[in-house]
């Protein structure tokens, strides 16, 4: 798979081992990480951020707020609203009826 031009590619600790090669256990064990192979190093490859990337093909921006229940729209607006630094209202708490 060819890179694109705009990636950077850095070495970093192993996420899953802090970067020791080793996963302890019971009795001072330590067995080999499997996502590193005990190298204690991974590759983390990522595309700077330099400016927001445009979407004119959208007109509409809802802002989108996740509950334990479901996930609900709030008041749209448009998209060159947003890109003028406008930011979508946020979805009211509905009422949960009590018993
Ligand atoms: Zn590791």
Known sequence: MKQ????VTVVA????CDG???????DKLGVTCW???GSGKMSITYTPFIER????????TEVCQRSSLSMRLGTP???????EGKFPETPIEPEIPKD
């Open 20 to 26: 020791t090669g080793l996963f302890g256990f019971r």
């Open 35 to 37: 996502d590193c192979e």
């Open 53 to 60: 990337k445009l979407r004119h093909e959208w007109q509409i």
């Open 4 to 7: 694109n031009e705009k990636e």
């Open 77 to 83: 607006i448009s998209y060159k609203e947003f890109l």
């Open 13 to 16: 600790d192993c996420t899953s």
